[in-house]
């Protein structure tokens, strides 16, 4: 480890990690690699307010916060969407970009990085 603090408390517990993922949401909506992905989200805010929800609590938990994922697995969510390497590149941009955004450290963010590398197979491809 790193550091003595949780990942969880290094990206700022709950509310830091509300504000992560929301600014998450929004450099998606504005990059043009992905956007058409999440567009149908804006069209069915109940799904969205759901999804939204969803993306919090999955940082959290991973992060060895103490709220529950009730999302599907990463497998199942994204299997169909036919997605590229190059997507997932625009997605990872986007979750360094927020990272930086919210002055999280280089330590947290490397560890964020990790998580999400060692997911990579679970949406490319599948
Ligand atoms: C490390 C990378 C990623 C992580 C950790 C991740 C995680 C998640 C999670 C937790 C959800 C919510 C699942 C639920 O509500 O049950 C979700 C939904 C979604 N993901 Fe990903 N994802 C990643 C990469 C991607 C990529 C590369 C794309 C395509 C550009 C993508 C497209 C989507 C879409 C469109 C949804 C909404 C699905 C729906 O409307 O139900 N994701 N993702």
Redesign the pocket.
């Known amino acids: 480890m790193s550091s003595e603090k949780s990942l969880y408390e290094r990206l700022g517990g709950i509310e830091g990690i509300t504000t992560i993922v929301d600014d998450i949401i929004d450099l998606?909506f504005a990059n043009p690699?992905?956007k058409a992905?999440?567009m149908?989200?804006k069209e069915?805010p109940e799904?969205f307010a759901?999804?939204r929800?969803?993306?919090i609590h999955?940082?959290a938990a991973g992060s060895g916060g103490p709220q529950t994922?009730?999302?599907?697995d990463?497998v199942?969510?994204?299997t169909g969407?036919n997605?590229s390497k190059a997507?997932?590149m625009?997605?990872?941009d986007d979750?360094m970009a927020a990272l930086d955004k919210n002055n999280i450290s280089e330590d947290a963010k490397k560890d964020v990085l990790a998580?999400?590398?060692s997911?990579?197979g679970q949406?490319?491809g599948v």
Not at 69 to 72: L, N
């Open positions: 998606h690699g992905i992905r999440y149908p989200l069915n799904h759901e999804v929800k969803h993306l999955f940082l994922y009730e999302g599907g990463m199942t969510v994204h969407m997605i997507e997932y625009d997605v990872m979750i998580i999400a590398y997911l990579k949406m490319i």
